[in-house]
């Protein structure tokens, strides 16, 4: 095993686990994981496949999950799900850049500092989100197009309406100039249409 992969085990193994079993969350491999009612948070460790033995990159990924949308979307509860899974997810990473470095140079507790007051920001943050409504008013307002069809078809069969148009004038506004509006567009009014709604997106964003 490589200096630098033992520096990043033990960083997991002597700072990250810890820290975050005290906020509440298991370890299983990479992914910790917290369960909050009907919400699973997930934090991810993900090393870098550009790696070598000059220097370990490796980023923290966030993600947020529902097994309540799992439930109305009429799909299997996922109770560990990856968070590339989630239905909302982001890259926890310091102001500067997207990742972490390990090299020989390095010093863990330095590293240890920075990550442990990146986590605290992000988790800070992620207070906010007790319920799938608080979720999906956040998806609403940062996901763009990620998990966007099932964003829409949580909406319309739970019946949140408002939200949905919400949504739908959010995206015509970052995306109306995108070459893949039009299908948007369609797509949505086809969910629209087979849901009984009475209104269309050009109802909703004129």
């Known amino acids: 095993m490589s200096d630098l992969k033992e520096k990043f085990n033990l960083l997991v193994k002597e700072s990250?686990?810890?820290?975050?079993?005290?906020?509440?969350?298991k370890k299983a491999g990479l992914n910790y994981y917290l369960h909050l009612n009907d919400l699973v948070m997930v934090i991810n460790l993900q090393k870098s496949h550009g790696n070598s033995?000059?220097?370990?990159?490796f980023y923290v990924n966030f993600g947020i999950h529902s097994s309540s949308i799992d439930e109305v979307?009429?799909?299997?509860?996922?109770?560990?799900?990856?968070?590339?899974?989630?239905?909302y997810h982001n890259r926890i990473h310091p102001m500067a850049t997207d990742s972490f470095?390990?090299?020989?140079?390095?010093?863990?507790?330095?590293?240890?500092?920075?990550?442990?007051?990146?986590?605290?920001?992000?988790?800070?943050?992620?207070?906010?989100?007790?319920?799938?409504?608080?979720?999906?008013?956040?998806?609403i307002e940062n996901n763009g197009l990620y998990k966007r069809k099932e964003l829409c078809l949580y909406l319309?069969?739970?019946?949140?309406?408002?939200?949905?148009?919400?949504?739908?004038?959010?995206l015509h506004e970052k995306f109306k100039e995108d070459q893949r509006w039009a299908k948007i567009e369609n797509s949505t009014n086809e969910m629209l249409a087979a849901h009984k709604r009475n209104y269309k997106m050009k109802d909703i964003i004129k």
């Open 53 to 57: 033995f000059e220097e370990l990159k």
């Open 156 to 170: 319309l069969l739970s019946s949140n309406d408002e939200r949905l148009k919400t949504y739908v004038q959010l």
């Open 73 to 87: 979307l009429g799909l299997p509860t996922n109770h560990k799900p990856k968070e590339h899974e989630c239905y």
């Open 101 to 139: 470095l390990i090299t020989s140079a390095t010093s863990i507790n330095l590293l240890f500092e920075e990550l442990i007051s990146t986590l605290k920001t992000a988790l800070t943050k992620s207070e906010s989100i007790k319920s799938t409504t608080d979720l999906a008013d956040l998806m």
């Open 16 to 25: 990250i686990s810890p820290f975050l079993k005290s906020a509440g969350f």
